[in-house]
């Protein structure tokens, strides 16, 4: 295996705009996903059922956000070990990731799923809203626990440095949704059913990209074990709890307006809801920044460059700051396009 600590050395904000633009574009295509089955929805021409998506939405993005806060940690501690050139605990922290993703994330989902009629009820979802809602997230919510093993393997991947294949990972998941999607919801008449088979299918195609490369790649994926998982858990829970507390605010936020919204009917949570798709697209770059610098940060913590850490830090606050002007002046602008 080659020399994987590549952030102890190089151009600092080089790495930053690297990382995190091809993290944005691989996280952007999650959240694409959903904007996506909104619109193929909305070509049907039935407002309910894109208020429908969007209930849903709101409770796959509570999921997604919650997975991605435990993915954080998976690229922290990699990331801190492969800059102390220890390989081997490097592997073990890979290794028991992934299963402490996987465990997360069935709690979280058969949660939701035993709840759902309740969640659906909270949100303001009813009747044949409701009724729709709850038959997509029945399909969909048991393949987030591939999105969560596929994101905590892409998180990896930004551990070792690979931008391309932590970019491919997730934006396969895209590609995949973006070709199944007219297939299933027109071509064969499916309508919402389609959709949510699609999403099934990219969330499979995530975790078989991200695992295959963490694996095939750089060897950095070994069997599970009993010692691994008593001797990685504690660290990686430590930053993965605060992680998903963080994450999970957004969404609950959002689900907390939605329900407010939903008062008003289904026509203004349909316009909501495509509200709440397009944040997370245009700004996934934003959101991209904190997993893309951890490993960044953590390789060089590892090899104790505290010049680097800092910087690293003030070089990022720069490119979020620049990058927020540029977009919000941008949808301010091209409001009235992106509303037709």
Known sequence: ?????????????????????????????????????????SLLDDPKLVAAIGFASTLTFLATSISIGTSIAAGALVSRALGAKQIETAKRY??????????????????????????????????????????????????????AIGLAASAVLRGVGDAKGSMMSTLSGGIVNAILDPILIFSLSLGVTGAAIASVFARIAVFTYAVSRVHRRHQLLTRPSVDA??????????????????????????????????????????GYAVIGRLTPVCFAFVFSVSGAIGPIIGQNYGA??????????????VVISSFCVLVSGLLWLLQDYVID
């Open 229 to 270: 998982f008593k001797q990685c858990s504690k660290p990686l829970l430590n930053i993965a709890l605060p992680a998903i507390i963080t994450n999970a605010a957004t969404p609950l936020g959002n689900a907390y307006v939605t329900a407010a919204i939903a008062a008003y009917g289904s026509s203004y949570v349909a």
């Open 94 to 147: 890979a290794i028991t990731s992934l299963v402490i993703a996987a465990i997360v994330s069935i709690l979280t989902n058969a949660l939701m799923i035993s709840n759902l009629d309740t969640l659906l009820s909270w949100l303001g979802a009813v009747g044949e809203v409701a009724r729709v809602a709850h038959d997509y997230l029945l399909i969909v919510l048991p393949a987030s626990v591939f999105l």
């Open 1 to 41: 295996m080659s020399d994987n600590a590549k952030f102890v050395q190089g151009n600092l904000m080089r790495h930053i705009i690297v990382m995190a633009s091809t993290s944005s574009f691989g996280l952007m295509s999650i959240f694409f996903v959903d904007l996506l089955d909104m619109w193929f929805i």
């Open 304 to 317: 104790n460059n505290w010049t680097r850490i800092k910087q690293t830090l003030r070089d990022s606050l």
